[in-house]
């Protein structure tokens, strides 16, 4: 399973906080891409299902709120050539 560095680090933060520090809110954002083309080329791009899926599955599980953005607001394209081939 290939864990989203970004998630991966905002877990570290999250769990790795001071232990006399008062309990921070068990909120979690995953940040997707708003990319639908590889700049410069016509190959399309965009969120690998699993790139999403894992890590929300995870944080979900483990009583996080799952928030969900882009940098530009609105849709995440999927990439499609990953549709399919992942296991």
């Not at 068990?26 to 080329?41: C, E, F, M």
Request: glycine share 10%; charged share 15%; proline share 10%.
């Amino acid at each position: 399973m290939r864990i989203l560095p970004l998630a991966l680090l905002i877990t570290m933060s999250v769990l790795g906080g001071a232990a006399n520090a008062d309990p921070l809110p068990k909120r979690v954002l995953i940040v997707l891409t708003n990319t639908a083309q590889v700049p410069g080329s016509d190959r399309p791009t965009g969120v690998w299902a699993s790139e999403y899926t894992d890590p929300y599955q995870v944080f979900s599980k483990a009583g996080f709120e799952v928030h969900v953005g882009s940098p530009n607001g609105g849709k995440s394209p999927v990439n499609p050539v990953r549709i399919g081939s992942e296991s």
